[in-house]
């Protein structure tokens, strides 16, 4: 079984790792503005790998990528071997990150499911019991909030996420940070609740998180069935080693 080196290029972070064996070895992460071909190539150096798998949202990163690559590469779309259906639409415009989520989802937690993935936008994925990727809703990530009020506003500071300390806040970073966490909480209960009814009215849906501020925003929500920081990347996994299989 080929080595194959899984990459996510998301709009904050390149996350990649070396699977082998139906196993996902030591993740790394490369800030994306910093993504270069000649960045890639050196963090990537020393690890062994047969062939890569790519799931991109940042097509200009995407082509660095590619540049720094001497082993076959299988490109996550639709026409992947995803081990799943697709009932949407337009298939192409769904983003690969998504079908990746949904893929180690299905095969890591089960159907029927939604997939809520934390990072730069807040994801929903929704997947049938039949396992049929049915399409979802996409929401402004919770960094991406509080970084608009603070570059919009004089006086709003950055914060750093992490679990508020009271809902009332007794300073402006306090208030923000608990119309943050709270306001997202509830932002995420309501999505779920609305989605389950109109897609599983008859069926309780597996709910994982994922993504970079899952742990927060999604440890004190009891709705969770699961919380997987690696999902992505073993969907990656999972289709790579259908893609080159020997």
Do not use: W
Not at 5 to 31: E, Q, Y
Not at 167 to 174: D, I, N
């Amino acid at each position: 079984m080929p080595r194959i080196l899984v990459i996510d290029i998301s709009n904050s972070f390149t996350k990649f790792a070396v699977a082998h064996r139906g196993r996902l070895g030591k993740p790394h992460r490369i800030p994306t503005p910093e993504l270069t071909a000649a960045r890639f190539a050196t963090e990537t150096d020393a690890l062994r790998f047969d062939c890569a798998v790519l799931s991109s949202v940042v097509p200009r990163r995407s082509a660095a990528v590619r540049r720094s690559l001497r082993v076959p590469l299988h490109e996550i779309g639709p026409d992947s071997p995803l081990g799943i259906g697709i009932d949407y639409p337009e298939p192409a415009k769904i983003g690969a990150d998504r079908l990746a989520n949904a893929v180690a989802c299905a095969a890591l937690h089960g159907t029927p499911a939604i997939v809520v993935d934390f990072g730069t936008a807040v994801t929903f994925d929704v997947i049938s019991k039949s396992g049929q990727y049915l399409g979802g809703v996409i929401a402004p990530g919770l960094s991406a909030m509080t970084e608009y009020l603070h570059s919009r506003t004089a006086l709003l500071p950055r914060i750093e996420l992490s679990e508020p300390a009271r809902a009332v806040g007794k300073s402006t970073a306090e208030a923000m940070l608990a119309g943050a966490v709270f306001g997202y909480r509830g932002l995420i209960a309501e999505i779920v609740r609305r989605v389950s009814a109109e897609a599983f009215p008859r069926s309780r849906p597996k709910i994982v998180a994922t993504g970079g501020d899952a742990t927060v925003i999604a440890r004190e929500v009891p709705l969770f069935t699961a919380v997987d920081p690696l999902l992505t990347l073993q969907g990656l996994r999972l289709i790579g080693e259908r893609a080159f299989a020997e």
